[in-house]
Structures are given as C-alpha cells and as structure tokens.
C-alpha cells in the first residue's frame, strides 16, 4: 500500500520551493518570469484585488466578474518548468496511492454512467491523464485510449498500461476524437477559450466533452477564502463557477448536458474551523456535507464542479 499523505505533503513542500525560485528569478531579472494579463473570460484589463496566495495576487474582473490569477507565470516559463518540475513528478505519485486511485475511479465512473451509449472502437482523449486511471475505465468501456500528459512518471506508467500517448493538441490527428476529457485541468490553461477551440477542433461533430474543475463558489471557498486548497495562486489562473464555465463552453460552440458540483471539502474546513479556534458541532458539518456533495437538489456549494457539453453539429 502507497503512503499518499507522504507524497502529498512532498509534493506541497516542492511546490513551494519551486514558488520561492521563481520569485527569486524575477527579483534578479524583472519581468522574465510574471506577465500582466486581461481577464481569460471578457478581456477586460480593470481588476480589484480578491485574494493573495502563494505571494500572487489573485483579482476579480470589474466588467464581468471573473477570478484569476494577474500578474501570473508566463506561459512559455510554466510550460518549460512543468516538464521537469519536480511538484508533478510527486503528483503522480500521489495520484497512484491507493486511495485516491479508489476516490478518483468513482469520479470518473460518474461520467461514464451519465454519458451512456457509447460503442465499442470510439476514440477516447484524456489530456492530463495522470497515471492512466480514467483511460483504464474507458479501455474497459470499448474505447481506443489516447493520452496528453506532461509529467515523466506519469507517462512512463500510461505507456506501461499501453495508453497511445500524443503530444499535445498542437499535434496533427487524422481521425478525431468521440470523447475527449479534461478532470482538473482547465483551470491552469493560459488561455481556456483558446484551449476548448483546440479540443473543438480535435472533435467529432456530437462529440462528447467531459471535465471538472474547482468551483470557486464552493462551501470551501465562501468560509475559508484564500486558505482553501483550490485557490493556489500559482498553477491554477482561473477560478470557474458554474454559470462562468457554461457561459464559456456556449460561446465556443458547445451544448450543455449536465452539470453540478461535488465534494464536500469537510476535512479542509473542520481543519480550518480547528486552527481558527472555532468550535462547530458535527451535526454542523454534516449539514454543510450534505449541502455541498452532489446531491439532486445540488445548490452549487460543492468544492468541484462536473459538467458534460456535447459538440454542437456545425
């Protein structure tokens, strides 16, 4: 059995160090390192400052209200730097700890079960597909399993499962994809509408898309601020509610077909009310569960958000 807590907390301690060696950078090189950007979702350049985290500031959009990171890690330093980065490399490695390979099965399972009517021979992408669970199931379910990852361990585990692995979206695909997901990664795009028109492009006509991502409006985020583990500052620069992901997905072309939020967060906040010396009753907490974790009446507090858009016919 994989200690995951261990490798979680290596991978929390690298991440810092990495953060403290790129402000170094900066301070002896300015502007080598940071960028000034317009908001991802308007283009609007007017901000107010929301949060700072990890020494970055994080701002909303005067215009339309939209989270992100500004002034944020250039594109092209953030793309070298993740390609031996050693915070990715122990991701990897938490992601195949045992128990979270459990947890994140059940995740992916979810958008299986709601998709449904899938045939055997489609083609399935997974672009940060980490160690290779989702294209396991998608394998399982009939697929032919394509991967985009960028860390080393993690695609030396893909190829030993014999996922096809590409090397980006950039890459020339004579046939497109039937499905193409995304689980905790438009967040960290520099450019997200940008990105959904690659994936568009990569698409078939009806194609499915599938993701996830941290729902800055979540029961975590309202409580606790910028001590929620979803607001980081460094790797992730925007920060989605689900009226901001839906609204960004019809503009690019795509049609909705579900979406909620999941994931309760409940040990970050009993963590959280604990350091603030703030005593809350389980029966609390349980409200706060229930309210928050993907149930049927969901009211959007849950820590992720799920969602499925189809590929409108053009």
Known sequence: MTNNLNYKKQYFEAQQKEIELLFSAEQANPGSIFEL??????????SSPKYIKNKFSIVRCLDCSFIYTNPRVAENVYRSRLTQSESSELWALHQESDGVKAFNKLQYEFFFEGVGGYTAGQRYLDIGASTGVCLDIAREKGFQTFAIEWSDTARKMLQSRNHSIISGLES??????????????LEHQHDPKKFLRQVKSKLNSGGIVSLSVPNINSMACLIMGSSANSIDGFQHLSYFSKTSLVSMFSEIGFDLIYVDTSISAIDQLEAFFFEQGTEVSKSCLNWIARGSDGNPKDVGLGYRIRAIFKNKNE
Do not use: A, M, T
């Open 37 to 46: 950007v317009p908001c991802p979702l308007c283009g609007c350049s007017d």
């Open 172 to 185: 020339s695909v004579e046939v497109p994809f039937d499905w193409i997901s995304f689980y905790e990664v």
